[in-house]
């Protein structure tokens, strides 16, 4: 990326820091996705960005065999940033952010993690004889959050000790899109919580510390920790950290909790959203569990 390009990209960053309308692990995303974009079409001062360098940006991704989920995040990212830098007046606003194609997203079906399952995996976690005792209630303490809460990983590992409300059970984030909202507590998740605090050594504000608790706990870290779990846990699904996320939206609407309810859970702006993700898997299990495991509905075959 062009020093001028890196410029202006960076003072982005710094003014979402100083107003806290993106999360760290935002801004790392940000500037990843700024990076790969630049690398691909080329060192286009940004200014001059055309409609066809979006284009020509997602043809040579799918050449590459590049999933549509990730040209899309990416091309949501530039689109913020020269949002931003357009209403600054950084930079024209010849560019009609509107007009930018993106690639059609497949819907896939959510994976999500059975109640036996979950137990599965927390206990391979809490049973771990070669990690020590702080990463392995760090682990848990972020687990039970996730899985309460509906956390993103990036918004639960963003959070600071701080803003931890006791009194109310909640935690006020900075979500996905900039919007604020609020993770809601129960007992046992903060029991988690103050179990892993009350191991660590150092007094750094973030609630997920790296080892030695002098930086935050690193997405990539975090990920390579899971999966090692996943596989001691012998669970044959694909599981990732987000879908912990999956799993509480998932199990809240097979308990009857309202798509209303979830939705304020999950910090979807639109209902729609959250009926799109959720309500085929819900249909489905109620499908086989209501009419497929009932002999008496398949009299009529001889």
């Not at 930018?100 to 137990?119: A, F, G, R, S, V």
């Not at 848990?140 to 899985?147: D, I, R, S």
Request: aromatic share 8%.
């Amino acid at each position: 990326m062009s020093p001028h390009n890196q410029q202006l990209i960076e003072e982005v960053f710094r003014k979402a820091r100083i107003t806290e309308t993106l999360a760290d692990s935002s801004i790392y995303k940000y500037r990843d996705s700024a990076k790969h974009f630049f690398s691909t079409v080329g060192d286009i001062n940004i200014e001059k960005l055309a409609l066809k360098n979006f284009d020509d940006f997602i043809l040579k991704m799918k050449d590459k065999g590049t999933t549509s989920k990730r040209i899309c995040d990416i091309i949501s990212a530039m689109k913020r940033i020269i949002s931003d830098l357009q209403i600054r007046g950084l930079v024209s606003r010849n560019l009609d952010l509107n007009l930018i194609d993106k690639p059609k997203m497949k819907h896939k079906q959510m994976e999500y993690l059975t109640e036996e399952e979950i137990k599965q995996l927390s206990g391979v976690i809490i049973n771990d004889k070669e990690d020590k005792k702080m990463n392995k209630t760090r682990m848990l303490a972020l687990f039970y959050l996730m899985l309460q809460t509906g956390a993103r990983i990036g918004e639960a590992l963003s959070i600071n000790i701080s803003v931890i409300d006791r009194r109310n059970m909640e935690i006020k984030i900075i979500g996905k899109g900039d919007k604020p909202r609020a993770l809601f507590l129960r007992k046992g998740t903060l029991h988690w919580i103050d179990k892993y605090l009350t191991e660590r050594k150092d007094k750094n504000d973030f609630l997920f510390a790296a080892q030695g608790g002098n930086s935050r706990w690193a997405q990539t870290d975090v990920g390579r920790c899971f999966r090692r779990y996943v596989k001691l846990s012998g669970i044959n699904k694909r599981i990732v950290l987000h879908t912990l996320r999956h799993t509480c939206a998932t199990q809240l609407a097979l308990k009857g909790v309202p798509f209303n309810k979830i939705q304020r859970i999950l910090g979807h702006s639109r209902l729609d959203t959250t009926v799109k993700y959720y309500i085929g898997t819900i249909e489905d299990k109620q499908i086989k569990e209501d009419i497929i495991m009932k002999d008496e509905y398949f009299n009529f075959i001889p």
